[in-house]
């Protein structure tokens, strides 16, 4: 069954809720202002990126105990001659200088593109940002941010991406956020796919113009189908803001495996939660697939009807600049 009206409940139950949205909103305003004045930049150059800024972001499953909203922030304070060691190091200086220090996280391996703050707890929940240092770029991104563990830069697009992700419309987000659900109740799936290649797999796969259940259904099929089509080596996921670019590229291939496998399992159980008549089974169903926020009782409403809930839409946008075609953004 297509169970319109708990989809839209489910729906509605994983957006992040006022409490949530003010303190994000309220901790990248005052740290956005804090650092723009310690490195003299212009107010496009601090801005979100991510899964908040696109309008994909979900609130922890509540499975999760140790579940935690995450936020990214960009501030463009690079200079051309720095290293990415550099980068870092002088964001991490200059979080300390305007009262972040005892923030900071420590990252032992030198790892993170970014340096990450802890918030405390509150009522909200918990909460942290990773604050990435970023740099303008001559070449066909906008911008670069470091990669320490390669000791490279990358090329990214983050504001075009999020861009991207807003023009596909709220069928898209509908079933980015619905799927990245699935894939945080199953650890199998969590570990072994990033968000940006769920994201353009979803884009490519994902059957319009019908229900929520209709389009979660098939949409796992396509990604199963499609990545069936090659068991032992890995597909190209081309980059839909700079097509030059396979996202897969760098997929473990073991991980490639793992997932195909869990795509596939999940595509079979939510065929079995489509086609099932009986309202209570089918939510069963469902409810083993999306775990325990979808509603386990509620009104059959068994038809395709339009939608009673539509995701916000994202985060006000920072930088806007001409350009040339852009990059990655791995959220």
Known sequence: MTLNDDFDRFLEGLQLDTRQA???NSAERTLSERLREHFHLRPEDAFLQGSYANGSAVKPPTSANDGEYDVDLVVVSAQASDEPPDALKDMRDALTAVGYGDRIEEDPERERPCIRLRYAPDDAGKF????????????????????????????????EYAEWCTDQGDEFLRTVQELKRWRDEHQSARKAIKSIVLQVLISEC???GVSD??????????????????PDSLPAVMNPVLPSEDLAATWP?????????????????????????????S???WREL?????????????????????????????????????????A
Do not use: C
């Not at 240092?133 to 941010?145: H, K």
């Open 128 to 159: 942290h940002v990773d604050v990435v240092p970023a740099r303008e770029t001559a070449g066909v991104a906008p911008l670069e941010i470091p990669r320490p563990a390669e000791g490279v830069w990358k090329e990214t697009a983050p504001q």
């Open 283 to 285: 939510r069963e169903l």
């Open 213 to 230: 259940a209709e389009r979660i259904a098939g949409t796992l099929r396509g990604i199963a189908n499609r990545l069936a089509a090659n």
């Open 253 to 281: 291939i073991d991980a490639y495996r793992d997932f195909s496998k869990v795509v596939a399992d999940a595509a079979d159980l939510a065929a079995r939660a489509l086609a099932e008549a009986d309202p209570a089974t």
């Open 290 to 330: 999306l775990g325990d926020d979808f509603p386990e009782n509620g009104e059959d409403d068994g038809g395709n009807g339009g939608r009673g809930f539509v995701p916000p839409p994202p985060a006000p946008g920072g930088r806007k600049t001409q350009q040339k075609a852009p990059s990655s953004e791995w």
């Open 206 to 208: 994902m059957p319009p």
């Open 22 to 24: 003010e303190r994000i």
